[in-house]
């Protein structure tokens, strides 16, 4: 029997994901690289095209998830977990992530392709050019240290910066020997 008929037995002919019965197709989710019915699962044209498309996913058209992320089927879970936690600034999403059972396999499979993964912040200075930690600034503006009787002036140059982990909008760096914090709107790389 083909893998299609399979799915569709399985599914009754419905999407695995939100129960559509039209335009129904294998999907495959990454990283798998070959469809076999234990990595893949029937889904609409609608699912796989949001799912493959993450500036065309419309938020509403997951809450169908709250159902199918019970599946037993390793790929529709995957499936629903990496939508969810793209969508999770919805916060519906993350109610139904802390209730989400997904065994460390599936989970390893799931996040396998980066998603739900977030990214370090990015601290860029003025112009938007990146900074990194050890680079040297320009200051574009004169600054006034709190708690302190210090200005720094503009077209100071600050050395081997460090960056806030917690903040992409702050730096810190040594300025007439006192070590200050600089927002990255008011420096140039030099």
């Known amino acids: ?36 019915v234990d990595n893949s699962l029937l889904a609409c044209s609608t699912c796989s095209s949001q799912i493959d498309n993450p500036e065309a996913t419309d938020a509403n058209h997951w809450r169908c998830l709250n159902d199918s992320m019970w599946s037993e089927v390793p790929a529709v879970k995957i499936v629903a977990w990496r939508m969810l936690t793209r969508l999770r600034a919805e916060g519906w999403p993350q109610d139904l992530l802390d209730m989400f059972y997904i065994d460390e ?45 210090l200005t720094a002036k503009r077209g100071t140059t600050v050395r081997n910066i460090r960056l806030d982990p917690d903040n992409n909008e702050f730096i810190e760096g040594k300025v007439d ?14």
Do not use: F, W
Not at 9 to 33: F, Q
């Open 1 to 36: 029997m083909s893998i299609l008929k399979t799915l569709e037995e399985r599914s009754k002919h419905s999407c695995e994901l939100c129960g559509a019965t039209d335009n129904l197709a294998v999907y495959t989710p990454a990283p798998a690289t070959h469809e076999t």
């Open 105 to 149: 396999e599936t989970l390893a499979l799931a996040r396998a392709t980066g998603e739900g993964e977030e990214a370090a912040p990015k601290h860029v200075d003025s112009n938007g050019a990146e900074l990194s930690a050890g680079d040297s600034v320009v200051l574009i503006k004169d600054l006034d240290v709190k708690g302190s009787s």
């Open 177 to 190: 020997g006192q070590q200050i914090v600089i927002l990255t709107k008011y420096v140039k790389k030099a």
